[in-house]
């Protein structure tokens, strides 16, 4: 019998495979991130590495966020299997944790959206499809039924009917979960895309060329996978629309922030759990309760858009109480460990959603990158539970924690002081 062949693929494998080799080459998301940016061209490289600002600063205050943060674990628990397991919109998910909409995975690798689609189908954990992104929504339903979530930017064209036709889509091919983005009001300078000269399709010039030539992996999957575009629009544009047309169209007529009253009238429409993504304030997290939303994703947009907005992690604790009783909180921004999960659940989050890592997963490995991403997180969070002392990710809010960069909003507070009195 062949040992190799039959021990299994995964983080409990033997030493020769290839799965434990690759757990100790990539240790953490860092290890990929560094072995991604020697693979990808600078280009798609920059374009998922970068923020807002010169010096894009809300995306370092999201990690130093986080790594404050401290939970005080608890010993003596008897040594019982973790649950890890957690239910979101009325389905069962693997792991709290799933992958954030990105536009155009495939600057990073190309084909990556497929990647994503199959390793959230394997690992039952969300993954939502960004209108942006380089693959059409019906594929992708078809490819991870079970997992597909579908995230929409604004078209004001025609009073949102485009946007109005998206949704038609998605209900029909079963997304399970709408997420309307709220904090892209307005194309923001991103220094990394300008300095790149970054425009889909892309052209590259002889800086480029020379480094294209550089990275013989990604040009044959840029043979395999052809060129990124922006895959749900075509239709929207006209017949057989080229890859310049539709993005010109995109470029033009995509933007802006979905109004109260546009969120409500998406509620109307939109059958199955509606999300509205990029809340940071208690106040807006209400008002969007109010108006039939399920779920509230606290984002500050991975600092790609307001380089002042403060880090994720520091306003989700008053969103989660102003809330989480009647909404399901959601959390991104800087997520790079299990411990990270851990500390988004114990403050308030009823799960987690990460985009980078998976993007340094896809130009580290290719497309097996993003499975390994999934692997690695589902062992994080699973080790991180046990190491607090708890069982499962609902006793998580009971530990003791310090975080010293929690934001305290005046009339929220004055509003919980005013219930606790009565």
């Not at 064209?157 to 309307?180: E, P, Q, S, Y």
């Not at 992690?313 to 800087?334: E, N, S, Y």
């Not at 990158?369 to 069982?391: D, H, K, N, S, T």
């Amino acid at each position: 019998m062949n040992d190799r062949a039959e021990k299994p693929i995964g983080w409990g494998a033997g030493p020769r495979t290839r799965a434990a080799k690759l757990k100790r080459r990539y240790p953490t998301i860092e290890d990929l991130r560094k072995r991604a940016k020697k693979r990808v061209p600078s280009f798609g490289f920059d374009y998922v590495e970068g923020g807002a600002g010169e010096t894009e600063p809300c995306v370092a205050r999201n990690r130093a966020a986080l790594d404050a943060v401290e939970i005080v674990p608890r010993y003596g628990v008897e040594n019982l299997p973790v649950s890890i397991e957690v239910e979101l919109f009325g389905r069962r998910y693997a792991m709290p944790l799933g992958i954030a909409p990105m536009g155009l995975p495939g600057l990073m690798w190309p084909g990556g959206e497929y990647a994503f689609a199959d390793a959230a189908q394997k690992a039952r954990a969300p993954f939502t499809l960004g209108s942006s992104a380089g693959a059409p929504v019906e594929r992708m339903a078809e490819r991870c039924p079970d997992a597909i979530w579908y995230q929409l930017y604004r078209v004001p064209r025609d009073d949102l009917r485009i946007n109005f036709d998206m949704v038609k889509r998605a209900v029909a091919c079963g997304v399970n979960v709408l997420v309307l983005t709220l904090d892209v009001p307005a194309r923001t300078k991103r220094p990394r895309e300008l300095r790149n000269d970054l425009v889909i399709p892309y052209r590259p010039n002889v800086r480029t060329i020379r480094e294209l030539l550089m990275r013989p992996a990604w040009l044959m999957a840029l043979r395999k996978g052809g060129q990124p575009s922006f895959a749900n629009y075509p239709r929207y544009v006209g017949d057989n629309p080229s890859h310049a047309a539709v993005a010109t169209f995109v470029k033009r007529e995509v933007g802006g922030a979905f109004s109260w009253e546009e969120v409500k009238r998406f509620r109307d429409a939109w059958p199955r759990a509606l999300v509205v993504k990029g809340i940071l304030h208690p106040e807006d997290a209400e008002r969007a309760v109010s108006l039939g939303v399920d779920g509230v994703q606290v984002s500050n947009h991975g600092g790609r858009q307001l380089e002042g907005a403060p880090a994720s992690i520091d306003v989700l604790p008053a969103i989660a109480r102003a809330v989480g009783d009647r909404a399901t909180v959601l959390f991104d921004g800087g997520i790079r460990s299990g411990m990270d999960v851990i500390r988004a659940i114990a403050l308030g989050a009823k799960a987690a959603l990460t985009g980078r890592p998976f993007m340094y997963g896809l130009g580290a490995l290719g497309l097996e990158g993003p499975q390994f991403v999934m692997e690695f997180f589902e062992e994080e969070i699973r080790a991180a539970l046990r190491q607090c002392g708890v069982r499962t990710l609902a006793e998580l809010p009971t530990l003791a924690r310090r975080h010293p960069g929690a934001w305290e909003f005046p009339a929220a507070a004055a509003a919980r002081r005013a219930v606790a009195a009565e």
